[in-house]
T-cell receptor
Framework: AQTVTQSQPEMSVQEAETVTLSCTYD???????LFWYKQPPSRQMILVIR??????QNATENRFSVNFQKAAKSFSLKISDSQLGDAAMYFC???????????FGTGTRLQVFP | NAGVTQTPKFQVLKTGQSMTLQCAQDMNHNSMYWYRQDPGMGLRLIYYSASEGTTDKGEVPNGYNVSRLNKREFSLRLESAAPSQTSVYFC?????????????FGNGTRLTVT
């Protein structure tokens, strides 16, 4: 079975600084997709970024980028120029290419200080 | 645009009572999911449905049943509620355009079992 591990329950960053959230996963599958979701206090789940495992190039979405290390099964999220609105829970997620199953890590709470 | 609609938003049950959580999506998505979110545990997959007429167990299916009534609706039933089922429940859907399709989430149902 696949598992997703987020080892940082909480992180903090100063506004305008850069922060990296860690995620590792375990799978025996060769084809899969990885996601980062953001959950602000409103409880809404928002897609931040996604990465296809077969692509070597790291995905980037504006201030958000990933460091995808397939051999190490690592998928970290870097937030540059942090803003107060980035404060939220961040969840890493794994989706098999063979089923529709999508599983999440336990989340990292990010605080942003002015 | 309604997206994914969950009802009710809040519910309090006594131990042993039953109830059904309703979920409907208007995006013509094939896949639908039920997750529960608990502090420190992230989102855990209860059941999912890859298409109308099919359902599969997720990580924590015990104590729950689901029905994929049609393409739009996917309900979650608690036959005999237990305090351990106190949680926030999220329904989600995803287009069947590939495993990199993001999930669209409802706003959640906060369930308390006393």
């Amino acid at each position: 079975a696949q598992t997703v591990t987020q080892s940082q329950p909480e992180m903090s960053v100063q506004e305008a600084e850069t922060v990296t959230l860690s995620c590792t996963y375990d799978t025996s599958e060769s084809d899969y997709y990885l996601f980062w979701y953001k959950q602000p206090p409103s409880r809404q789940m928002i897609l931040v970024i996604r990465q296809e495992a077969y692509k070597q190039q790291n995905a980037t979405e504006n201030r958000f980028s990933v460091n995808f290390q397939k051999a190490a099964k690592s998928f970290s999220l870097k937030i540059s120029d942090s803003q107060l609105g980035d404060a939220a829970m961040y969840f890493c997620a794994y989706r098999s290419a063979y089923t529709d199953k999508l599983i999440f890590g336990t989340g990292t709470r990010l605080q942003v200080f002015p | 645009n309604a997206g994914v609609t969950q009802t009710p938003k809040f519910q309090v049950l006594k131990t042993g009572q039953s109830m059904t959580l309703q979920c409907a999506q208007d995006m013509n998505h094939n896949s639908m999911y039920w997750y529960r979110q608990d502090p420190g545990m992230g989102l855990r997959l209860i059941y999912y449905s890859a298409s109308e007429g099919t359902t599969d167990k997720g990580e924590v299916p015990n104590g729950y049943n689901v029905s994929r009534l049609n393409k739009r609706e996917f309900s979650l039933r608690l036959e005999s509620a237990a305090p351990s089922q106190t949680s926030v429940y999220f329904c989600a859907s995803s287009a069947n355009t590939g495993p990199n399709s993001p999930l669209h989430f409802g706003n959640g149902t906060r369930l308390t079992v006393t």
